[in-house]
T-cell receptor
Framework: DVKVTQSSRYLVKRTGEKVFLECVQD?????MFWYRQDPGLGLRLIYF???????EKGDIPEGYSVSREKKERFSLILESASTNQTSMYLC?????????????FGQGTRLTVV | GQQVMQIPQYQHVQEGEDFTTYCNSS?????IQWYKQRPGGHPVFLIQ?????EVKKQKRLTFQFGEAKKNSSLHITATQTTDVGTYFC???????????FGTGTRLKVLA
């Protein structure tokens, strides 16, 4: 079974802190994604990566950056956490979008910024 | 930018009643996928539709892709308490790796 693992289930950080969310997948997938999920807004794409060291902005990249140094790992970085970044963060991976393959999600990280 | 809207946002049904959620995209989708997220869980893939007008069934679930490939629906016949959760549609913008999710429909089934 494909496994996508996020480093933390729950996280509480202070305003202004630099925050790292880690995601690892074990199926050699090309594509990895970071979404945030807020009530009534669905899943909104923050960043995605289709190859090592490659990244593309999603719909809401402001205040975030990402890193993909190895194929299996995709990190989301909040440069200076703010309270409006309190949310559920979901990482996903897929073999190849253009081959129309399903996405596999991690269990999510619920981040609270105080 | 591209938007994918779902209606309704919430739906409460009595167990045994039918349920339908609709998904509408502002742009054409090359394919559409449906996911289910149980309370406290993460989205799990249900199905993918690729062809214009395509209809697929999974037991009590019927999925349809519109002729213009801009809308889709999920219909559940005779809901059960195990159907509780949020249903999302999702699709890639044509020619890109960008995958857009709908706003979701949260289903509650009353026993």
């Amino acid at each position: 079974d494909v496994k996508v693992t996020q480093s933390s289930r729950y996280l509480v950080k202070r305003t202004g802190e630099k925050v790292f969310l880690e995601c690892v997948q074990d199926m050699d997938h090309e594509n990895m994604f970071w979404y945030r999920q807020d009530p009534g807004l669905g899943l909104r794409l923050i960043y995605f990566s289709y190859d090592v060291k490659m990244k593309e902005k999603g719909d809401i990249p402001e205040g975030y950056s990402v890193s993909r140094e190895k194929k299996e790992r995709f990190s989301l970085i909040l440069e200076s956490a703010s309270t409006n970044q309190t949310s559920m963060y979901l990482c996903a991976s897929s073999l190849e979008w253009q081959m129309n393959t399903e996405a596999f999600f991690g269990q999510g990280t619920r981040l609270t910024v105080v | 930018g591209q938007q994918v809207m779902q209606i309704p946002q919430y739906q409460h049904v009595q167990e045994g009643e039918d349920f339908t959620t609709y998904c509408n995209s502002s742009t054409t989708l090359s394919n559409i996928q449906w996911y289910k997220q149980r309370p406290g869980g993460h989205p799990v893939f249900l199905i993918q539709l690729v062809k214009s007008g395509e209809v697929k069934k999974q037991k009590r679930l019927t999925f349809q892709f519109g002729e213009a490939k801009k809308n889709s629906s999920l219909h559940i016949t005779a809901t059960q308490t195990t159907d509780v959760g949020t249903y999302f549609c999702a699709g890639p913008t044509s020619g890109t790796y960008k995958y857009i999710f709908g706003t979701g429909t949260r289903l509650k089934v009353l026993a």
